[in-house]
């Protein structure tokens, strides 16, 4: 099974990753989880309630990686051919931002950490080894797989692919091209992706 996620009896996904293969994905999730950044710090009072109430931001992220993570809700105000429907995109996505970005960040959050703690687990029972095999319950496999497509949106996002066809023309690129790891990674990723869709569906 390497490099492919393969079904586990009674649910769940196992692949056999080496020592640079968990040091790659181990080091992308820690970037991912300090490009999102730490939760809202706790309420003095403790208070549930409070937390569930707070808000978040009403303005897209600045960085382009996290803009495309977090996008507005309601399209792309600059497609808008009227200025007032703009206005009113740009309001309706402020407010919906401002209520949901916070549980998003959270889930995103707590996908990638699940990732780096699965890692560490499987490095620490394998120690002296080289590599090992990754099991996954059924919900890891589903934290995982949100993981693995918040890593492909963000290194897609600094590669500026928008569309299937830039991904085409990543195959091409010559050796000596500087994006030319990120892209491995991008498409390696990619194919982890795809095959634990496969062992998840029915």
């Known amino acids: 099974m390497p490099g492919q996620f393969e079904p586990l009896p009674g649910g769940g996904a196992a692949v056999a990753l080496d020592d640079v293969e968990i040091s ?38 600045s ?23 703009a206005e009113e995109q740009r309001a309706h996505s402020a407010e919906f931002r401002r209520y949901t970005e916070n ?32 099991k996954l319950s059924p919900e890891e496999s589903q934290q995982w797989l949100r993981a693995l497509n918040d890593l492909r949106l963000a290194i897609g996002s600094r590669l500026e692919i928008a569309d299937e066809d830039d991904t085409d023309l990543l195959y091409r ?23 634990l869709v496969g062992t998840l569906m029915p």
């Open 24 to 61: 790659i994905i181990r080091s992308l999730a820690v970037q991912l989880l300090e490009l999102i950044g730490p939760g809202p710090a706790e309420d003095a009072s403790d208070d549930p309630l409070a937390e569930l109430f707070a808000e978040g931001p009403s303005e897209p992220p």
């Open 63 to 85: 960085d382009p990686v996290l803009r495309r993570l977090f996008p507005d809700a309601y399209g792309d105000p600059e497609g808008t051919p009227q200025a007032r429907e």
């Open 103 to 134: 549980d998003l960040r959270a889930g995103k959050r707590d996908n990638a950490l699940a990732v780096v703690r699965t890692l560490d687990a499987l490095s620490s029972a394998s120690a002296g080894e080289e590599g090992a095999v990754l």
């Open 173 to 195: 690129l010559p050796d000596e091209d500087p994006r030319k790891p990120m892209v491995m990674a991008y498409l390696w990723l990619g194919g982890l992706q795809e095959s």
